[in-house]
Nanobody
């Protein structure tokens, strides 16, 4: 597994941004995928996750209703569509892969993920 994120940038409050993560090495369909974010001085915070096959989807309370996670296995890609962005969403966003898991407990903790991308900066500011 080798994950590469893209799509970060600067957006005004209330705006939208989509970030994506492609696995350029290995099988993608058998992996559950998560998005996490980190701000300086804080641990990685769970944002969203989608199980292999897309059967289960989870969101943190802070992004529920605003963010949407999706996957396109034919393109080895997972997406995070972010709407109604707030300055508090400013962070480095990381995607991560976990093999063949689907439970909330396993997919919402960064400690359970073994493969990570390099991160992409999202800045929400006027």
């Amino acid at each position: 597994v080798q994950l590469v994120e893209s799509g970060g940038g600067l957006v005004q409050p209330g705006g939208s941004l989509s970030v994506s993560c492609v696995n350029i090495g290995g099988t993608f369909a058998d992996y559950s995928m998560g998005w996490f974010r980190r701000t300086p001085g804080k641990e990685r915070e769970f944002v969203a996750a989608i199980s292999w096959g897309g059967y289960s989807v989870y969101y943190s309370d802070s992004v529920k209703g605003r963010f949407t996670i999706s996957r396109e296995d034919a393109k080895n890609t997972v997406y995070l569509q972010m709407n109604s962005l707030e300055p508090e969403d400013t962070a480095v966003y990381y995607c991560a892969a976990q093999y063949y898991e689907s439970t909330y407990a396993r997919l919402t903790s960064f400690r359970n993920y073994g493969d990570w991308g390099q991160g992409t900066q999202v800045t929400v500011s006027s």
